[in-house]
């Protein structure tokens, strides 16, 4: 029997930088996938595989829009749904061959195959042959994330009625998806497949989309979502999906009591995730699971059995790949004696549609609700001459402070290149900077950054330059 230090189950971004981070550190460590690849769902059915597809569809979308007003002819502009779900799948192959080298480079030990506990150190692995083995492990890390949610009523028939998986390698563009969620995911594909001409409606149970952002930038998206011809039912709660032949009809009753319905040729589920520990036996171990199916931990991110951990979207928190990654490595390290911390206020979310919409720290809403004294700064993105100049004049950036001593408390934008601005606010705000700290800041001009210095000026003294 093969004996390990540590051994991480799930191969996502918690899991396989959580084992880096270990092997780094000096210990003997493992890695066990069920899949026949290394990156979980956001490598191989998530992130960089929805990115890809954006990437793709915004490119088709500017060729067709905008090329002619910067004086690019092109004539008749094609596109081939195949090619693109083929491009996007070496993005993939690409990105988890890259994890297979690190895992060599680092000597980590890799097993494909279910992981599930047989006691606290002892972990079988099941391959797809049903050939099983065990291996012994000092500590564990729990690093199985999360699996699509659906409503109780849905029949998920995976051709039809699909979820964000299935929605990646679709063969036709629907003629009409009806994408049941207004959050992240069914956001980003529904606009994939609205730039390749589908008609997009999408029903959403809150009264806004993006629901836990910001709710300027739900008032934003949602204006430029509207412009781009996306259809909205707001406070809709769906109550049946049916499928007949080729046909969906998704029923909902409106905030009036009223049912209506939908009929579409293919429905996109994505109400959420859930926590996955199917098979995982954590009984064997003593492991106590939450009233939602998540591994219960402490402030160190051990659970009730002080040698196993769980990280990442199988534990509570936001369910983000770059959360996960926080979490594996401050478990990694925390075994070895160092003092890790992580700011989960300072974690950012990212919608990458187009624009991108990031936040960090606290929305204005929370604030309120809170109690806390405060002072906004808003910038449009429209008043910049970077963006008149590339045409992505949507968005804004807006910078919340404390009243009282001008540290920045919150950062949420809606633009282009969002959600690599929003990087900015993350670093501002873990070093605890003032509004005026941001505004004092030369930032190099034409750039988009210029509209998170005119915030930060707004938030200071009212005194943006140039609105």
Known sequence: MSSYDVAVIGSGPGGYVAAIRCAQLGMKTAIIEKYDTLGG????????PSKALLDSSHHYEDAIKHFDEHGI??????????????RKQGVVDMTTKGIDFLMDKN????????????????????????????????????ATGSKPSTLPFISLDKERIITSTEALKLKEVPKHMIVIGGGVIGLELGQVYKRLGAEVTVVEYMDRIIPTMDKAQSKELMKVFKKQKVKFALSHGVTAVERDGNEVKVKATNKK??????????????????????????EAAGILTDNRGRVEVNAYLQTKVSNIYAIGDVIKGAMLAHKAEE???????????????????????????????????????????????????SFPMRALGRSRASGDIDGFVKILADKTTDEVLGMHMVGARAADLIAEGVTAMEFRASAEDIARMSHPHPTYTEAVKEAALAATADRALHI
């Open 41 to 48: 769902t956001c490598l191989n059915v998530g992130c960089i």
């Open 73 to 86: 002819e092109l004539g008749e502009v094609k596109f081939s749904l195949e090619k693109m779900i083929a």
């Open 107 to 142: 000597k980590i030990d890799v097993f494909h195959g279910v992981g599930s506990f047989k006691d606290a150190t002892h972990v079988d692995i099941a391959d797809a042959n049903g050939k099983k083995q065990t291996i012994e492990a000092a500590k564990t890390i729990i």
């Open 257 to 282: 009591g009223e049912e209506v319905e939908f009929i579409g040729d293919y429905c996109l589920v994505s109400v959420g995730r859930r926590a996955y520990t199917d098979g995982l036996n954590l």
């Open 327 to 377: 979490e594996g490595v401050f478990v990694a390290e925390t075994m070895a004696g160092q003092k890790p911390h992580i700011d989960y206020n300072l974690i950012p979310g990212v919608v990458y549609t187009w624009p991108e919409v990031a936040s960090v720290g606290k929305t204005e809403e929370q604030l309120i609700e809170a109690g806390v004294a405060y002072k906004a700064g």
